[in-house]
């Protein structure tokens, strides 16, 4: 592209600025996007310690195979919750709100997102989501899981249920005004000098997300608008007995739903395309074949849903031609894989905390997609449908990769962010205590769930007792981890030694302006001289 | 577009305080692309009915036809209407402000007969959202796009509402004309397909 295609007008300077905000900023309707991805982090945060409590509940119920510490309805009430706070209240929006708002327009040399209202709005609707789902609890929780398949979802809880579809369709709304505003800035609001092939991995990875938002979120949207109707209105859309189809709603639900599993690794892998280059001082291996396989994903990963739908009397043809789709998401995802290895392969690694948690990510990712590569074969499918196996596959890609990418990213652009390093140690402390934990509580479920243990049920037959206990210490493990990296953070956000503008020395535009930023970005926009990976050449090494 | 020649860091140090709107506008791009995932949503809508139309028996069931003059007339006012904004989104690019708050004007009216119709439509059936299940689907579908129709006409009369002021809106200042007149075709095509799906196929 030329430079020619962005114009900078310039316009009369709308009043003057605070030179830095306040703390009491980040309570209000701020158009900063460095303030909302703030605000989405921080939500996301503390979205993410109320799930993770609901997990030790379930975890602590499942210690003995009967149903004696939690009643079977609060059990089915946490396993609901715990999922869609995890998804919808803490990958989602820490990913693509969080690090997305805060990193996109400093990456491209843009002074903010191209719609900075709009984005205030998409954030704003996430607390009055939060407080729905936080309410359905009082009217006993939804009882149906994340899925809320029909039949269940149509018999259990209406009340709860309702207001679950209510606060769902908040955060989609959300979700679909600012991928629209993330297409548009990564799209129309690079900075001049920066070609298309000097835009960092993390914009092209959050490009494919926004894509894949855009076109998947509305088909959930409608499939719970239809079972809110059926629920509350007497409609009879996923109603058998009335000619409705409850398969209908699965084809819905996860229409979005396994784009929803590329929405929560998408920008992780963005992530992880920053995070190994600066800490292994290599150029990335593979810039093209990395940018594009995010867009192959975000395409194919549109027909790949109905492996979820294996054992819901899917046709024949339809298994074969989904079978053969999902493996093909396995290849621009090996791809990214190896782009990965080859880039730490004869790198100079510093194993930082962020590095630490980044080489985590790689191998428990791998582990988890294989087991997905696994899954998408109907024939083992079948046999593993609904068992343990799917919890520990989903949770190897979702906590190993999902939450580990998470954590590489806080650890990498904290300093960015808040102007103050972490404690290195007590990093590297939360990182043992969570890569031993997450094994420790997901390796033992492929085991539990090939035997036959069911998932979603707070009782279990006695012979599964011992894996399960093995999960349960892993989980208070897992639960304990948090504390380090909640004392760090707490800790170095006001007393931490100063970061500098650069202190991973990296060659991303976010690193040339101060930190945290000025509310503006830049006093002057940046111009690039180097691409964003050109590490160990001659002009920097 | 407008483009202005590119300077060596992308903007003078002069524009570096300007606020964030320093940018051209690209509000139509943002609409189009939200458009785009909206079209999503009825595309759904649009799949589910079909299906069910193929398994069902008899559709739509015995008591629950639809009426046809009526939506007919209904459909020729719409796409219409879709004309006379055109005529409206061509006078502001003349700096006709006047007639362009007249071919709006126009559009809302007939927006607003649309409405009107479809409401009558509703009251006259017989039938009503839990009837059947091809009712489900008739009024959940014409009533969302009746939701539409009725957040385009809030748009039209929001630039009526501001195209009072003169100079608001100008031959080279009329994005939010631009916007009303796209989401209000979006609409209309929208319309065309529902029609076409729930009304002429029955006769099928």
Aim: charged share 10%; hydrophobic share 50%.
């Amino acid at each position: 592209m030329t430079p020619a295609q962005i114009p900078v007008q310039t316009l009369v300077p709308q009043g003057e600025h605070p030179p830095a905000w306040k703390w009491y900023d980040y309570f209000t309707f701020n158009i900063d996007h460095k303030v909302i991805g703030i605000q989405y982090l921080v939500l996301a945060f503390l979205s993410y310690l109320v799930g993770g409590v609901m997990a030790l509940g379930m975890r602590a119920e499942l210690y003995t195979p009967d149903s004696d510490f939690l009643a079977p309805a609060v059990y089915n009430a946490l396993l609901t919750n715990h999922g869609t706070i995890m998804i919808f209240f803490w990958v989602v929006p820490a990913a693509i709100g969080g690090f997305g708002n805060f990193l996109i327009p400093l990456m491209i040399g843009a002074r903010d997102m191209a719609f900075p209202k709009l984005n205030a709005i998409a954030f704003w609707l996430n607390p009055p989501a939060a407080i729905l789902l936080m309410t359905s609890l009082f009217f006993g929780g939804s009882q149906s899981g994340w899925t809320a398949y029909p039949p269940l979802s149509l018999i259990t809880a209406s009340h709860a249920q309702s207001l679950w579809i209510l606060s769902i369709i908040l955060v989609g709304t959300s979700s679909i005004l600012g991928s629209l505003n993330f297409v548009i800035t990564i799209w129309k609001m690079r900075v001049p000098s920066m070609k298309l092939d000097e835009v960092p991995l993390f914009c092209w990875a959050m490009l494919a997300t926004s894509i894949l938002a855009l076109f998947s979120t509305p088909v959930l949207a409608i499939g719970l608008t239809l079972l809110f109707f059926d629920i509350n209105f007497g409609t009879s859309f996923f109603r058998p007995e009335a000619g409705g189809d409850v398969v209908m709603y699965q084809h819905l639900f996860w229409f979005y739903s396994h784009p929803a599993v590329y929405l929560m690794i998408l920008p992780i892998f963005g992530i992880m395309s920053e995070v190994i280059p600066v800490h292994a001082r290599r150029p990335i291996f593979g810039y093209k074949a990395i940018a594009y396989s995010s867009l192959a994903i975000c395409v194919v990963g549109l027909f790949v849903w109905v492996h979820h739908m294996f054992s819901s009397g899917t046709p024949p043809w339809m298994r074969l031609f989904f079978t053969v789709s999902t493996l093909l998401v396995a290849v621009p995802t090996g791809v990214k894989i190896f782009g990965w290895v080859a880039t730490l392969w004869g790198g100079k690694i510093r194993f930082t905390t962020a590095m630490l948690f980044a080489i985590g990510m790689l191998s428990m990712f791998v582990v988890g997609g294989l087991s997905g590569v696994t899954l998408g074969a109907p024939a083992f499918d079948l046999h593993v449908h609904d068992t343990y196996y799917i919890v520990g596959h989903f949770h190897y890609v979702l906590f190993g990769g999902s939450v580990f990418g998470l954590y590489a990213g806080i650890y990498h652009w904290f300093p960015k962010i808040t102007g103050r390093m972490l404690n290195e140690p007590l990093g590297r402390l939360h990182f043992a205590m969570t890569f031993v934990g997450t094994h420790l509580t997901f390796l033992p479920m492929h085991e539990l769930g090939m035997k036959g243990m069911p998932r979603r049920v707070a009782m279990y037959d006695p012979q599964f007792e011992f894996l399960n206990h093995l999960c349960t210490f892993g989980a208070i493990l897992l639960g304990l981890s948090v504390l380090p990296l909640l004392i760090n953070a707490i800790w170095s956000w006001s007393r931490g030694p100063k970061a500098g503008d650069n202190p991973w020395r990296a060659l991303s535009l976010e690193w040339t302006t101060s930190s945290p930023p000025l509310v503006e970005n830049w006093p002057v926009l940046p111009v690039v001289t180097v691409g964003p990976y050109d590490y160990g050449t001659k002009e920097s090494s | 577009m407008q483009t202005s020649p590119p300077t060596l860091d992308g903007a003078s140090p002069a524009a570096a305080p300007a606020h964030h709107e320093a940018h051209p506008d690209y509000r139509v791009y943002g609409l189009v692309t939200f458009l785009v995932s909206e079209s999503l949503m009825f595309g759904a809508l649009f799949t589910i009915y079909l299906v069910f139309r193929g398994a069902a028996v008899a559709w739509p069931p015995e008591g629950t036809e639809v009426e046809l003059v009526l939506p007919a007339i209904n459909t020729l006012i719409l796409v219409s209407s879709s004309f006379v904004i055109h005529l409206g989104d061509q006078a502001i690019k003349k700096n006709q402000v006047v007639a362009m708050r007249w071919w709006y004007l126009l559009t809302a009216v007939m927006g607003a007969t649309f409405l009107a119709g479809q409401a009558y439509e509703y009251l006259s059936l017989g039938y009503g959202l839990t009837t059947n299940l091809f009712a489900n689907c008739f009024y959940v579908m014409t009533g969302f796009h009746g939701l539409h129709v009725f957040v385009g006409l809030l748009m039209i009369l929001g630039v009526l509402w501001r195209s009072r002021r003169p100079g608001h809106y100008s031959d080279h200042k009329h994005v939010g004309i631009e916007m009303a007149e796209i989401y209000w075709h979006f609409v209309d095509i929208i319309w065309v397909i529902l029609f076409t799906l729930i009304y002429v196929l029955t006769l099928f």
